[in-house]
Structures are given as structure tokens and as C-alpha cells.
């Protein structure tokens, strides 16, 4: 079935250094690949997303593309600032009649001044 | 932006009873999906829900759970008979289509169920 792998957390990094967090994925088909972030005491909320391969899926700094060849969707950050310290959830929608996510464990980024 | 609300925040139940955790979709939002996620593990889907009845379920979603849409706001999760293992945060989500794949869903905050 279909299924998504994230890199162990937590994830801790200084402020202003090179974030990638690392996402695989197994599914039939042509998934949508999405990336979830959780603050806080908060609800998941969309930080970006691809459709298709190659597309690039960009938002608040951060971005991921959509790698049909190696089946990831890396996210990645030029330079994370303390306030994007959260749980990052990769999902894929396999594009169902239901159009359910499936999440990978969740990866913790700790950033630190 | 219009958001996905969930009440209560917290619930906490003896083992055997019954709750009703509760959520407003945002309003023209026509698919509805409850997920949880146990404590240090990841999201997982129970329930997707449309035109008034469910359209998909996960082999977690058992006689035990059960979904509702009592008018045209609400979307209601009941757990019957609670058990501990049942302790979970409980995300809400809704969207606005189903079959293309590229429209995401929105989540509300979650609902966090400790059964005692």
C-alpha cells in the first residue's frame, strides 16, 4: 500500500543554517505530495505542495520538489529562523475518490539562537 | 481565511463511556475526514465523509466510532464505549474536492481525548 518515510527527529539546528528534511514515498500511481506543519499547541497547517513530477512546491522560505525518479519530496530551507521550530509532516493523497492523506512519523526541528 | 474549528480542545473520560468530539468545516467544504494521532506516533486516517455518508474508512474505524453530520455546520466524531487505548489528539479536516488530489485539506487544532 501506499506509505511515506520521513528522517528520524528531532532535528536541532543554529539559526540561519541549511535545513533538508528527508521524505520518501511508496505509492500506485500519481500521488499529490504535500508538506504539513505543526506549531506549537496547534493544529496541521499546508506549508506547501506538489502535483506532479518536477513540479516545486514553495512557501515561506521553503521548498520541495517533487522527485518522481527517487520517489522523494525533500523539504528544504536556505535559512531557518528560531520561529520555524515545529513538527514537519510529509503526506501523499493518492488521489482516491476519498483523497485521504497519508503522513509519514513527523519530523521536530528545534532552532536555536 | 476561513478555518476548520474543533470543540473541545481537551476531553477527559472514563474508560467506557461515551464522547463526542465535535467540528465546523469550513462552510463550502463538501469532504470531511477525521484522523488521530497517538502520542509520538504519526497522523493516521479513520473516516472521509460525503454527500452524507461515509466514503471511506480505515481498519481502525470500527463499530466503536461512528460520524454524523446532524445539520449543516456540524461534523461529529462518537466514540462508543472508551477504551484507554482510544487516548489520542483527534484532527478534524474538510476540503472541497475529493477526487482531484491536488486540493489540500484544511485541519482544525485538534481535539486532544484522555481516557482514564
Known amino acids: 500500500g501506499n506509505s511515506v518515510t520521513q528522517m528520524e527527529g528531532p532535528v536541532t539546528l543554529s539559526e540561519e543554517a541549511f535545513l533538508t528534511i528527508n521524505c520518501t514515498y511508496t505509492a500506485t500511481g500519481y500521488p499529490s505530495l504535500f508538506w504539513y506543519v505543526q506549531y506549537p499547541g496547534e493544529g496541521l497547517q499546508l506549508l506547501l505542495k506538489a502535483t506532479k513530477a518536477d513540479d516545486k512546491g514553495s512557501n515561506k522560505g521553503f521548498e520541495a520538489t517533487y522527485r518522481k525518479e527517487t520517489t522523494s519530496f525533500h523539504l528544504e530551507k536556505g535559512s531557518v529562523q528560531v520561529s520555524d521550530s515545529a513538527v514537519y509532516f510529509c503526506a501523499l493523497s493518492d488521489g482516491g475518490a476519498t483523497n485521504k492523506l497519508i503522513f509519514g512519523t513527523g519530523t521536530l526541528l528545534a532552532v536555536q539562537p | 481565511e476561513p478555518e476548520v474549528t474543533q470543540t473541545p480542545s481537551h476531553q477527559v473520560t472514563q474508560m467506557g463511556q461515551e464522547v463526542i468530539l465535535r467540528c465546523v468545516p469550513i462552510?463550502?467544504?463538501?469532504?470531511f475526514y477525521w484522523y488521530r494521532q497517538i502520542l509520538g506516533q504519526k497522523v493516521e486516517f479513520l473516516v472521509s465523509f460525503y454527500n452524507n455518508e461515509i466514503s471511506e474508512k480505515s481498519e481502525i474505524f470500527d463499530d466503536q466510532f461512528s460520524v454524523e453530520r446532524p445539520d449543516g455546520s456540524n461534523f461529529t466524531l462518537k466514540i462508543r464505549s472508551t477504551k484507554l487505548e482510544d487516548s489520542a489528539m483527534y484532527f478534524c479536516?474538510?476540503?472541497?474536492?475529493?477526487?482531484?488530489?491536488?486540493?489540500?485539506?484544511?485541519f482544525g487544532d485538534g481535539t486532544r481525548l484522555s481516557i482514564l
Open positions: 462552510s463550502n467544504h463538501l469532504y
Open positions: 479536516a474538510s476540503g472541497a474536492t475529493g477526487g482531484e488530489s491536488n486540493q489540500p485539506q484544511h
